[in-house]
């Protein structure tokens, strides 16, 4: 059975710093690219970042870049992607969903993804 299972998110002050996690498990994940999206109230889903199956290219939305550093470790079993987001914003609050692509290169949209978390919240208060 695929799982992916987010974790890290909460409430934080504006200037400070969230570590997502994802734990996807079920079958072997490792050959494909993994990305992070998120969706705010009243708006659609939107790209974060994406990196390779091996880690060694990524992707940032325009408005994290410099903030946010995605990174990924290919265990046997269990592929685990992590969100790392500094110098958070109120506008960065949405829920935030990991995802599993269909390629080993990271795509920017949603349609590239077949596999999704249930999400975990983020708060930014100001």
């Known amino acids: 059975q695929v799982q992916l299972v987010e974790s890290g998110g909460g409430l934080v002050q504006a200037g400070g710093s969230l570590r997502l996690s994802c734990a996807a498990s079920?079958?072997?994940?490792?050959?494909?690219?993994m990305g992070w999206f998120r969706q705010a109230p009243g708006k659609e889903r939107e790209f974060v970042a994406a990196?390779?199956?091996?880690?060694?290219?990524?992707?940032?939305e325009d408005s994290v870049k410099g903030r946010f550093t995605m990174s990924r470790d290919n265990a046997k079993n269990t592929v685990t992607v992590y969100l790392q987001m500094n110098s958070l914003k109120p506008e960065d609050t949405a829920v935030y969903y990991c995802a599993v692509a269909r390629t080993s290169q990271p795509p920017i949209s949603a349609a590239g993804y077949n596999y999704w978390g249930q999400g975990t919240q983020v708060t930014v208060s100001s």
């Open positions: 990196i390779s199956w091996n880690g060694r290219s990524t992707s940032y």
């Open positions: 079920g079958r072997t994940f490792s050959p494909y690219a």
